[in-house]
C-alpha cells in the first residue's frame, strides 16, 4: 500500500505522525506493506515517511502572511504534482492546512488519485462555500473534533467522528499525578516565527511587570522542535530569567507548571487535556486581523474553549495580547487561586468530551475500511 500524506504545519505533524504508526499496525494486520511519502517534518519522518517536501517550508498564518508565501507556493505544488505522478499512491491523506492541501486535492483529482482529509478545514468558521470544493475532490472526512459531524453531514458528505489523537498524545493518565511547582509559568509562543516574533516579546515584558509583585516567579518557554534556543533567546529582551524546556517531555513539563501563556492554536488543547490554567493570546497583521473579524464565525479562536462551547480560557487577541493585559490576568490568577480551581473543572469536562484513547487507531481502521470499500487497494 502507498500513501501520500500531506501536513502542512507542526500540529498536523505532531499528528499526522501519530496516525502513520496505526496505519502501519493496521497495515500489517491485514498483510499489507505501507510505504508513505509527501510532506511533512520532523514528527512524520521518525514515523517512517519519505518527507519529498518540508513544513518549514509553508508554516505560516494569516491572510497576510499566507499572501507573502504565494511565491513559493507553485514551486512546491509543481514539486507535488511530479511526486504525486511518479510515485502513484493507492490514495492521499490530507492532513489540516486547507490552504495548501486544497491545491494538493485537486492535483490528486486530476490524476485520478482517491483523497481523504484527516482533521479537516473549519470551514464552519469561516468561508463555509468552501465545502463544496471538500464534497467535489474528498471522499471522506475524519473528524476529531465532535461538533464537526453535524455540519459535514448537513452538507451531504461523508464523515466520522474518530475521537481525538491528543487524547494519547498527551496521556493525562500518566501524567496527573505531576504536581505544579509554585510560581512556574510555562510560554508556548507558538510554531510559526510569525507568532514566536509577535508573542515572545509581549511575554517577556509581561514577566518582567509579574516579578514585581510576584519575586519568586520562574518562566520556561516550552521550545517547539524545529526552533532552536538561540533563535528564541533573540525575541526575550527583558530582565526576567528565561529558562528553556525541551520538546521531549512537554506533557510532563506543562503539569508542572502553574499556569500557562500559550499561542492559539493546538497548543491550547494539549494545555487543557493535560488540565493546565492557560491564558491564551494572539497577534496578527492587523489587515490579516481586520479581514478576519469580518469573516470568522465564531465566537472563540481557542479550541478548548470552541469544544467547551464557553471561554474557560480567557483569550487575549491584539490589542488586549499587551504585556499589561497579559501581566494583570496572570496576577489575578495568582492572587485569587480559586480561578485555578474553576478551571480545573472546565478541563475535566474537556477531557470527557474528547472521547476515549485509540483515536489514531480508529482513524486508520477508518481509512483502511474506506479504501477496501471504495476500491482503492486492488491487493484486498
Keep these: 500500500m502507498k500513501l501520500w500524506i500531506s501536513a502542512g504545519e507542526l500540529s498536523g505533524d505532531i499528528q499526522g505522525a501519530e496516525l502513520l504508526r496505526a496505519l502501519r499496525r493496521e497495515s500489517e494486520a491485514r498483510g499489507l506493506r505501507l510505504d508513505a511519502a509527501g510532506m511533512g517534518g520532523v514528527n512524520l519522518e521518525r514515523a517512517g515517511q519519505r518527507n519529498m517536501l518540508r513544513i518549514e517550508e509553508l508554516s505560516v498564518m494569516g491572510v497576510v502572511e499566507v499572501l507573502s508565501s504565494l511565491p513559493r507556493i507553485p514551486g512546491m505544488l509543481k514539486r507535488v504534482r511530479h511526486a504525486l505522478a511518479k510515485e502513484r499512491p493507492d490514495a492521499v491523506l490530507l492532513v489540516d492546512a486547507p490552504e495548501f492541501n486544497f491545491r494538493v486535492a485537486k492535483i490528486a483529482r486530476e490524476l485520478n488519485i482517491p483523497v481523504y482529509y484527516f482533521i479537516p478545514p473549519k470551514v464552519w468558521a469561516w468561508r463555509t462555500g468552501r465545502v463544496a470544493f471538500l464534497k467535489k475532490h474528498v471522499r471522506r472526512i475524519f473528524s476529531i473534533l465532535p461538533f464537526e459531524l453535524d455540519f459535514y453531514r448537513s452538507h451531504g458528505m461523508a464523515v466520522e467522528y474518530v475521537g481525538n489523537p491528543l487524547v494519547d498524545l498527551v496521556d493525562y493518565e500518566n501524567i496527573r499525578h505531576i504536581l505544579p511547582e509554585p510560581g512556574r509559568i510555562g510560554l508556548m509562543p507558538g510554531s510559526r516565527k510569525k507568532e514566536v516574533e509577535s508573542l515572545l516579546p509581549a511575554f517577556s515584558s509581561a514577566a518582567d511587570l509579574l516579578l514585581r509583585e510576584f519575586p519568586r516567579l520562574s518562566f520556561h518557554c516550552i521550545r517547539a522542535p524545529h526552533f532552536a534556543e538561540t533563535y528564541l533567546r533573540k525575541f526575550w529582551n527583558g530582565a526576567a530569567p528565561l529558562h528553556m524546556a525541551e520538546p521531549e517531555g512537554r506533557y510532563a513539563f506543562m503539569r508542572s507548571c502553574q499556569c500557562l501563556m500559550s499561542a492559539s492554536g493546538t497548543a491550547t488543547l494539549e494545555s487543557g487535556l493535560a488540565?493546565?490554567?492557560?491564558?491564551?493570546?494572539?497577534?496578527?497583521?492587523?489587515?490579516?486581523?481586520?479581514?478576519?473579524?469580518?469573516?470568522?464565525?465564531?465566537?472563540?479562536?481557542?479550541?478548548?474553549?470552541?469544544?467547551?462551547g464557553r471561554e474557560a480560557f480567557p483569550e487575549h487577541i491584539q490589542q488586549d495580547a499587551s504585556p499589561e493585559a497579559l501581566a494583570a490576568r496572570i496576577g489575578t490568577w495568582l492572587r485569587e487561586p480559586e480561578h485555578f480551581a474553576r478551571m480545573a473543572e472546565d478541563m475535566k469536562e474537556l477531557r470527557e468530551k474528547c472521547g476515549t484513547p485509540g483515536s489514531a487507531q480508529r482513524a486508520a481502521r477508518a481509512l483502511m475500511n474506506a479504501l477496501e470499500e471504495q476500491g482503492s487497494l486492488e491487493m484486498f
Excluded: E, F
Design 275 to 308: 488540565g493546565v490554567p492557560t491564558l491564551v493570546a494572539y497577534r496578527l497583521n492587523p489587515l490579516s486581523y481586520a479581514l478576519g473579524r469580518r469573516v470568522i464565525k465564531v465566537r472563540w479562536i481557542s479550541l478548548t474553549n470552541l469544544i467547551l
